[in-house]
Each structure stands twice: as structure tokens, then as C-alpha cells.
């Protein structure tokens, strides 16, 4: 997905230009993605579109950009998440990514967001999070309110690479991340592990389709018994 900007996300404060691999493989299958403060939309543009995608920020200029060279798969919405989200009528088979400006608090540098977020905003939005029905990710530095607001969820930390350097960031899901997922092009974490896991893959496959009809079928019938949840999400991407 073409960027709608001049310059790359990593200009952007708090762009996921570094990040966006491991946000990616957190993802378990979805139908509708919603980001909710676009901005450049790292993640956005690499991640493989769901059937409905729409990008929320609240910055006019932004929108602006995004719409002077929309992707046809996503859908722009200008306005503040708390009001658009809700409005969205989010369900189970939505995947909702949040990365809201960091707690000014937690900054290295003292970089301005154009529309700022401060503690009382950010709990209201986790708040919002907490109450839809859908599958949500939620991207940050590990914080106190974070670590009491979602104290339920799932925090998964990676380290990602910064204008001011290498920082520690977290991902908290309210889902349990395992390896049924929408995209699996970045697994494996590091470079020489998405190239390992890309080439196994790619074996595992090639040995499947040439294999003759009987060979094929038997190898679908020990599948579809010791691992049906697997081949049941195959046959829903194929069918969808």
C-alpha cells in the first residue's frame, strides 16, 4: 500500500516505521481493521488489508494527506476516537489498533504530538477500549495506568528503534496472541528468523503441491483430525 505522504511514518512522532513487524504478527485473524490514530499508518500500509479497513485521526492535515491519495481499501475518518470509535459498532470479528501519543511523562525527547494526549485522555480511551466487543491491540510504554487499566490483557514487550534510540515498547492485547494469524509474513522476529521461517514455509508448501491427489488428500485428512482448528481457518481464508 502506497504511502500518501512525501516523507516516510518514521518522520512522524511516535511512528511505527521500526515497529510495525512485530505489531503485525500479534494479529490473529480479522474481517474489519480499524487503526485509530493513523498518522503515517505504518502498520496500516504493510499489514495485508482486511475485507474493511478505516483509519481514524483527528488532524485535518492528515486526513488531508490520506485522502489526496486514499488506498480504495481504506476508509478515512476525520474526528476524535472517542466519538468516531463507538459510532463504528466494533464486534467480534473486528481487530482494533490503537497507538495513541505516549504519556508525556514517559518521553525521552520533548517532541510534540499536533493534538496531544494527556493522562486523563488516555484513560478515557482505554475505558472506550475496554468496552467494545472486539479484538484490540494497544501500543505504548509500560506505565502504571497502562499496568492497572489493563491488567486483564496480555502485554507483549519488543524493543523498537527511536529517533533518541533503542527503547523498550509494549503491545497490550486483550487476546491471547498464538499462531493462528492474519498476516505471516513478519514471524520470526529478527531478519534471520523471518528468513528461516519464510524458507520452511515455502518447503512445507512446495512438498504439498507436488504431491499427487491421493498423497494430497491423505495428508489433508491427518491434518483436518490432529490440528482441525488450522485447517478449518485455511478453508475460511480460501472461502472468504
Same mark, same amino acid.
Given at each position: 500500500?502506497?504511502?500518501?505522504?512525501k516523507?516516510?511514518? /518514521?518522520?512522524?512522532a511516535?511512528?511505527?516505521?521500526?515497529?510495525?513487524?512485530?505489531l503485525i504478527?500479534?494479529?490473529?485473524p480479522h474481517e474489519r481493521y480499524?487503526?485509530t490514530?493513523?498518522?503515517g499508518? $505504518?502498520v496500516?500500509r504493510r499489514?495485508?488489508?482486511?475485507? /474493511? #479497513?478505516v483509519?481514524i485521526?483527528?488532524?485535518?492535515r492528515v486526513?488531508?494527506?490520506?485522502r489526496?491519495r486514499?488506498p480504495?481499501?481504506?476508509?478515512?475518518?476525520?474526528?476524535?476516537v472517542?466519538?468516531?470509535?463507538?459510532r463504528?459498532?466494533?464486534s467480534p470479528?473486528?481487530?482494533?489498533y490503537?497507538d495513541?501519543?505516549?504519556?508525556?511523562?514517559?518521553?525521552?525527547?520533548?517532541?510534540?504530538?499536533r493534538?496531544?494526549?494527556?493522562?486523563?485522555d488516555h484513560?478515557k480511551?482505554l475505558?472506550l477500549l475496554?468496552?467494545l466487543d472486539?479484538?484490540v491491540?494497544v501500543?505504548?510504554?509500560?506505565?502504571e495506568l497502562?499496568?492497572d487499566?489493563?491488567a486483564n490483557?496480555?502485554?507483549?514487550?519488543?524493543v523498537?528503534?527511536?529517533?533518541?534510540g533503542m527503547v523498550t515498547?509494549?503491545?497490550?492485547t #486483550?487476546?491471547?496472541?498464538g499462531?493462528?494469524l492474519h498476516?505471516?509474513?513478519f514471524v520470526?522476529?529478527t531478519?534471520r528468523?523471518?528468513?528461516r521461517?519464510?524458507?520452511r514455509?515455502?518447503?512445507?508448501a /512446495?512438498?504439498?503441491?507436488? $504431491?499427487?491427489?491421493?498423497?494430497? #488428500?491423505a495428508?489433508l485428512?491427518?491434518l483436518?483430525?490432529t490440528?482441525?482448528?488450522a485447517v478449518l481457518a485455511? $478453508?475460511?481464508?480460501v472461502?472468504?
Amino acid at each position: 500500500m502506497r504511502s500518501p505522504f512525501k516523507h516516510d511514518v /518514521e518522520h512522524f512522532a511516535g511512528g511505527k516505521g521500526h515497529s510495525f513487524r512485530q505489531l503485525i504478527s500479534l494479529m490473529p485473524p480479522h474481517e474489519r481493521y480499524i487503526e485509530t490514530h493513523l498518522g503515517g499508518g $505504518a502498520v496500516m500500509r504493510r499489514k495485508l488489508p482486511a475485507r /474493511e #479497513n478505516v483509519g481514524i485521526d483527528v488532524d485535518a492535515r492528515v486526513i488531508a494527506r490520506w485522502r489526496s491519495r486514499r488506498p480504495a481499501t481504506v476508509a478515512i475518518v476525520e474526528g476524535c476516537v472517542l466519538d468516531v470509535l463507538p459510532r463504528l459498532n466494533p464486534s467480534p470479528h473486528d481487530l482494533i489498533y490503537a497507538d495513541p501519543p505516549y504519556l508525556p511523562a514517559l518521553r525521552r525527547t520533548a517532541r510534540l504530538y499536533r493534538h496531544d494526549y494527556n493522562e486523563e485522555d488516555h484513560r478515557k480511551l482505554l475505558h472506550l477500549l475496554l468496552s467494545l466487543d472486539a479484538m484490540v491491540i494497544v501500543s505504548g510504554y509500560r506505565c502504571e495506568l497502562y499496568d492497572d487499566l489493563l491488567a486483564n490483557w496480555i502485554r507483549t514487550d519488543y524493543v523498537a528503534s527511536t529517533h533518541s534510540g533503542m527503547v523498550t515498547e509494549s503491545a497490550w492485547t #486483550n487476546f491471547t496472541p498464538g499462531s493462528l494469524l492474519h498476516d505471516y509474513r513478519f514471524v520470526g522476529g529478527t531478519f534471520r528468523g523471518r528468513e528461516r521461517f519464510r524458507r520452511r514455509s515455502s518447503a512445507l508448501a /512446495e512438498r504439498l503441491r507436488r $504431491a499427487d491427489d491421493t498423497e494430497l #488428500n491423505a495428508a489433508l485428512a491427518v491434518l483436518a483430525e490432529t490440528r482441525p482448528s488450522a485447517v478449518l481457518a485455511a $478453508a475460511e481464508r480460501v472461502h472468504s
